[in-house]
């Protein structure tokens, strides 16, 4: 399935949105020759994990991205070079992934059997979660914004916590996959909001994306001058 972030005022800088089920996919990665396009560090990953679903879904996730970049960069699969940007924090190799030059930004996220790609021309970060436990939400919710804890300590449905939870953490992993500087900035820090809407963040749009039931998603685009302005 492909979509289009809603919410952006030119849609040429909107982010195509690329959402895969890795059971619908998983035995293409089996298949004489599919594992021809990765890189030899990939196929090196993918070698270590010692579950056969965490090495599907590594496998879903970077068959598509090296499939869809391709295609944007007119390069055979293998052909493409996949780097990281230095991070914005500490200077390290190690902050968004990117293609040299950035020909086109993108995004990775996976969980459970669903795998979501981001393609845009201007920086990008998209995230999907599994909806965590009452009691996996109550603990992590700690390392949160302080106005996002009082939202989610405020939901009296017990029982809805996970979804709010899930919402509020995939705006805010988005976001810092879209700065580069993932969680080497503090979950606290910058508050994206567990509410219904996201909050505005300067220079960024955030968007709830569309997920399978038990999922939540969102995406961040970085805002132009002319955007931010407007």
């Given at each position: 399935m492909t979509s289009v972030v809603p919410g952006i005022d030119d849609p040429a800088r909107s982010p195509a949105i690329h959402v895969l089920r890795v059971s619908e996919h998983a035995a293409e990665t089996r298949a004489s020759g599919a594992l021809a396009p990765l890189s030899r560090e990939e196929r090196e990953r993918a070698a270590a994990?010692?579950?056969p679903v965490d090495r599907e879904r590594y496998?879903?996730?970077?068959?598509a991205l090296r499939r869809e970049l391709g295609a944007l960069l007119e390069l055979d699969p293998a052909e493409v070079r996949l780097t990281r940007a230095?991070?914005?924090?500490?200077g390290g190799p190690h902050g968004r992934p990117t293609v040299p030059g950035d020909p086109v930004h993108f995004s990775l996220s996976h969980a459970g059997d669903v795998v979501m790609l981001a393609f845009a021309a201007v920086p990008v970060g998209v995230d999907v979660e599994e909806y965590p436990s009452v009691a996996s939400a109550r603990e992590t919710m700690t390392a949160l914004h302080p106005r996002e804890q009082a939202e989610l300590a405020a939901v009296e449905d017990t029982t809805a916590l996970p979804a709010v939870?899930?919402?509020?953490?995939?705006?805010?992993e988005a976001?810092?996959?879209?700065?580069g500087t993932g969680l080497g900035e503090d979950p606290s820090v910058t508050y994206v909001s567990a509410l219904d809407e996201p909050a505005p963040v300067p220079g960024w749009r955030l968007t709830d994306l569309p997920a399978p039931a038990g999922y939540s998603a969102a995406g961040a685009l970085r805002q132009s001058t002319t955007h931010e302005a407007g």
């Open positions: 994990f010692i579950r496998l879903v996730a970077h068959l230095d991070c914005p924090v500490c939870f899930a919402r509020c953490w995939t705006r805010k976001y810092l996959k879209g700065t």
